[in-house]
């Protein structure tokens, strides 16, 4: 086995093994939302309370997110925050 060889094998593993990584990081987040779904823990939107599917955002969709985000700037320019 020569240099260029250990090179291709050492690339490999660094692959596999970041690969890996990434896989093990995707399962553990989908774990985590099955184990929340499974207690039947319902997230809803801040907004408009219209529950979300996933757990990945705390809004229904980008309009309620700025809608949200306008109603908490209002507050805090009128001092009720
Ligand atoms: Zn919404």
Redesign the pocket.
């Known amino acids: 086995m020569d240099d260029l060889d250990r090179a291709q094998i050492l690339e490999e593993r660094t692959r596999e093994l970041a690969i890996s990584k990434v896989k093990s990081l995707i399962e553990t987040e989908r774990e985590h939302t099955q184990s929340l779904m499974e207690k039947g823990v319902t997230l809803l939107?801040k907004?408009?309370d219209?529950p979300l599917d996933g757990f990945i955002s705390h809004?229904?969709?980008a309009d309620?997110r700025d809608l949200a985000h306008e109603i908490r700037e209002s507050e805090r320019r009128n001092g009720l925050n």
């Open positions: 939107c907004c408009c219209e809004y229904c969709d309620c």
